[in-house]
Each structure stands twice: as structure tokens, then as C-alpha cells.
């Protein structure tokens, strides 16, 4: 069995690989966040692509789950409620920041844009800060 770091690193190559592809074979970004926005307007013609890459992603997680289910699991004492809160400030802080942590730290940073540099530090900082907070409080488990 490999170990978490080969797995890791291996994970991390094919998200390199795959954000190149799209760079290179249609000029955009692996912003996930932009690609499902892209979809919830009419469709159009960068539609497929858009769905083939989301699709991509949910079947690499579901083979994952199939084949290495302790690799996925829920947060450990959250409720449902505080997930989805969880969830709806990310999609918020999306919005606001123009892009996610793929467009601005996997794509943006490659691309050595300072804006990407400083969404990412602010993103990243913001949600240090948040873990330590929850866990001093007794939130974390």
C-alpha cells in the first residue's frame, strides 16, 4: 500500500497535469469555481468542456471512494447545518475574490500573477486563522 505522501504527491501531479491540459488545449483556467459558473447560464458552446471537466472530477472521487474509502471522510463532529454554512462562505468568498483556490493557487501562482499571490496568502491565512480559533474554542475534534 503507498503511503499518504506518495499519494499525496501523485494527486497533486494529476491536478498539475490536468490544469495544463486545459491551459494549453483551450487558453482557460482550471478555476473550478468559473467552470460551474460557466454552466449555470444557457448553454453554449464551452459548455461540453466545462461538464466533461466537472464530470472528470467527480468520477476520479467516486474511484476513490470505491477503491480507498477511508481516503474520503465527513468532518469529524460537524453538524449538517455547519458543513453547508461552511460551505456557502466559501462559494461567497469565491465570488468576492474572483476565483477559487484552483484558479488563484494551483493556476494563478503558476502563472506567477500577483493577484492569484495575494488571494491565495489571504485565503490561506483567513482559514489558519479560522482552524486554530475552532480548535482553541473546542469546536475542532
Avoid: Q
Amino acid at each position: 500500500m503507498m503511503s499518504s505522501i506518495l499519494w499525496a504527491t501523485l494527486g497533486g501531479g494529476l491536478i498539475g497535469l490536468a490544469a495544463s491540459w486545459l491551459l494549453l488545449a483551450k487558453g482557460r483556467v482550471a478555476g473550478i469555481s468559473g467552470i460551474v459558473g460557466g454552466l449555470l447560464g444557457a448553454w453554449n458552446a464551452d459548455s461540453t468542456w466545462r461538464l466533461s471537466f466537472l464530470l472528470g472530477l467527480m468520477a476520479g472521487g467516486g474511484v476513490l471512494m470505491a477503491t480507498l474509502p477511508e481516503a474520503i471522510v465527513a468532518p469529524a463532529g460537524r453538524s449538517l447545518v455547519a458543513v453547508a454554512a461552511a460551505g456557502a462562505l466559501v462559494g461567497y468568498g469565491t465570488r468576492l475574490g474572483s476565483g477559487c483556490t484552483s484558479g488563484h493557487g494551483v493556476c494563478g501562482l503558476t502563472r506567477f500573477s500577483p493577484r492569484s499571490l495575494v488571494a491565495t496568502l489571504t485565503f490561506m491565512g483567513t482559514g489558519f486563522v479560522t482552524a486554530t480559533l475552532l480548535g482553541l474554542i473546542g469546536g475542532a475534534s
